[in-house]
């Protein structure tokens, strides 16, 4: 089995969550010259955005990084239910004085039958590319690896995993349903069994034929510990790192994250169309009372989300975005990501 740690030279079994729109290469940069591994979330990126993201990493670190995309299904916009999602939102958009769009947008690209981004990891060739939402064709997925590249996927389950392992994938991010941000379900209309990072991380142990990273709730380096004890050879931290300095959190965003509000998460399909669990916000509140539509598929409900949200700033509501967060939230430390790497590695010995 591939030694990961050893493999990556890394000083810390820590690794930044990719968190698309929240990671940057400042960030990423920091916590692998800091000895952990550093992340890039692309898939909300054009090709040349990241291009110049990884480019950008890779003049403030020597270290390996881990670049991630979306395998999500493409989405078809103009259904009806796009129709029906715009006009279940419309009273929201009323209540700031806004107009909803007309129709919706598939707003972030697939990897998945991306060539140009798939031609430009071969070409840059990151330490590590990782994948959310899915897994490429195995015939991609040995390219990336056949190039020197380790691959990661994500995934909430047992029957991920296999699928995940089929396809050549060499590490697998077992990702409890106390994460933050979108779950890397293969199927989001699946029967999702919400299994704890605890209980996910020991199943996939068990019989593991690939190594396992820990991911969901974990925010300190005991939790880092508790997770290398659960057979983790690693431990993944998203919220920890939102409000480190070198994200690209706005300002709403941190408030949230340092207020009373960082205590009330929702697992929710109503910002993106697929579950995901941030700070609960009048848009998560307001959908979870309707009962006659339902969201548009992902990414067409990010994009009336986002447009929503823009409105609500517009009247000067910075405080309702999609601010992504684990259930560990209140336990963030508000602190530059290398202090935070160093303080992390400091809590796991004692």
């Avoid at 820590?14 to 940057?24: C, E, H, L, Y």
Wanted: glycine share 8%; with cysteine; charged share 15%.
């Amino acid at each position: 089995m591939l030694d990961l740690i050893a493999q990556l030279g890394l000083t810390h079994p820590i690794i930044q969550s990719p968190m698309a729109g929240v990671s940057t290469p400042h960030l990423a940069a920091a916590v692998s010259n800091a000895g952990g591994l550093g992340s890039l979330g692309i898939g909300a990126s054009t090709v040349a955005q990241a291009r110049e993201a990884i480019e950008a990493t890779r003049q403030l670190t020597s270290r390996p990084f881990n670049v991630n995309v979306f395998c999500h299904a493409p989405a078809t916009p103009g259904s009806a239910r796009d129709a029906a999602w715009i006009a279940a939102l419309t009273p929201l958009f009323k209540q700031q004085s806004s107009e909803p769009p007309t129709q919706l947008r598939e707003i972030y690209r697939s990897f998945l039958g991306d060539e140009e981004s798939f031609q430009l990891l071969l070409d840059l060739k990151p330490a590590v590319v990782s994948f959310h939402f899915n897994v490429p064709p195995p015939a991609q997925v040995g390219a990336l690896r056949a190039a020197g590249i380790i691959t990661f996927a994500s995934v909430t389950c047992v029957e991920e995993a296999a699928q995940a392992t089929a396809a050549g994938v060499d590490v697998l991010v077992a990702q409890g349903h106390e994460a933050g941000g979108h779950r890397g379900m293969f199927d989001p209309d699946a029967l999702d069994e919400a299994l704890s990072m605890p209980v996910l991380v020991r199943r996939l142990v068990r019989d593991a034929t690939r190594p396992v990273i820990a991911a969901g709730g974990i925010m300190d380096g005991q939790g880092i510990r508790a997770a290398l004890d659960l057979g983790a050879v690693a431990a993944q931290l998203g919220t920890a790192f939102v409000l480190c300095p070198e994200s690209a959190a706005a300002e709403g965003y941190r408030t949230a994250m340092k207020g009373p509000r960082n205590a009330h998460t929702r697992m929710t399909r109503a910002l993106s169309g697929r579950p995901a669990r941030g700070i609960v916000n009048p848009l998560i509140d307001y959908a979870d009372s309707l009962t006659d539509a339902d969201p548009a598929d992902y990414p067409l409900a990010y994009d009336i989300a986002k447009q929503l949200f823009a409105a609500y700033a517009a009247q000067g509501r910075t405080d309702v975005g999609a601010f992504w967060a684990g259930q560990g939230a209140p336990l963030a430390r508000e602190l530059p990501a290398q202090a935070l790497v160093s303080l992390l590695a400091e809590e796991m010995t004692r």
